[in-house]
């Protein structure tokens, strides 16, 4: 019954190194999300998608991009990735109505040494 | 701009009543949703507010006043597994694709 589902659960990258992070949902929704939360700052805002190749930025987008080529998949990327980005990954899709929250994955725990 | 006020941590006993408060100041108003995080898990929705009033849903309920910029999480009859996070979070008006802004949650201990 699984429906936004993001790749890896745990993930330890070096830093300087690439870093992909792949979300999916199988729920046809038309926006996707990825915020980051640490604690004592909660859940914070990096990109966001509204329709395929379609991409804004969020509150804290440096360091971060996005791609999404298809409707159910929303990729981030740390293009060089650096120990500040150490952080619980949260992806989260939603469906083009104003009375719906979002359905979240269950987070990539992503540790850059 | 935006802000998103709710208490860092609360403690309650088993089978009492706790209310969860939350405080808004944003450039725009468009709903208000309340989520559930346990420790080490994505977050859950509970509720939608958008106009004023109360919304009851089983042993939990959300209250909303747009006036005053406030709402309300209440959760009745309290059990262990309630020991959570409780994230409160305000879209703002645009369309059904403007993103959430999240407070910083508040930190439920339910005691014995």
């Known amino acids: 019954d699984v429906k936004v589902t993001q790749s890896s659960r745990y993930l330890v990258k070096r830093t300087g190194e690439k870093v992909f992070l792949e979300c999916v949902q199988d729920m046809d929704h038309e926006n996707m999300f990825w915020y980051r939360q640490d604690p004592g700052l909660g859940l914070r805002l990096i990109y966001f998608?509204?329709?395929?190749?379609?991409?804004e930025k969020g509150d804290i987008p440096e360091g971060y991009s996005v791609s999404r080529e298809k409707k159910e998949r929303f990729s981030l990327i740390l293009e060089s990735a650096s120990t500040n980005q150490t952080s619980m990954y949260l992806c989260?899709?939603?469906?083009?109505?104003?009375?719906?929250?979002?359905?979240f994955g269950s987070g990539t725990r992503l540790t850059v040494v | 701009g935006q802000n998103i006020d709710q208490p860092t941590e609360m403690t309650a006993t088993e089978g009492a009543i706790v209310q969860i408060n939350c405080t808004y100041q944003?450039?725009?108003?468009?709903?208000l949703f309340w989520y559930q995080q346990h420790a080490g898990e994505a977050p859950t929705f509970l509720s939608y507010n958008v106009l004023d009033g109360l919304e009851e849903k089983g042993r939990f309920s959300s209250f909303l006043s747009r006036s005053k910029g406030y709402s309300y999480l209440l959760l009745k009859e309290l059990q262990m597994k309630d020991s959570a996070s409780y994230l409160c979070a305000v879209r703002k008006p645009r369309s059904g694709n403007t993103p959430l802004v999240f407070g910083k949650g508040t930190r439920l201990s339910v005691i014995a």
């Open positions: 998608s509204y329709d395929v190749k379609m991409k």
């Open positions: 944003t450039s725009g108003f468009n709903g």
């Open positions: 989260a899709s939603s469906p083009y109505a104003e009375n719906y929250g979002y359905t």
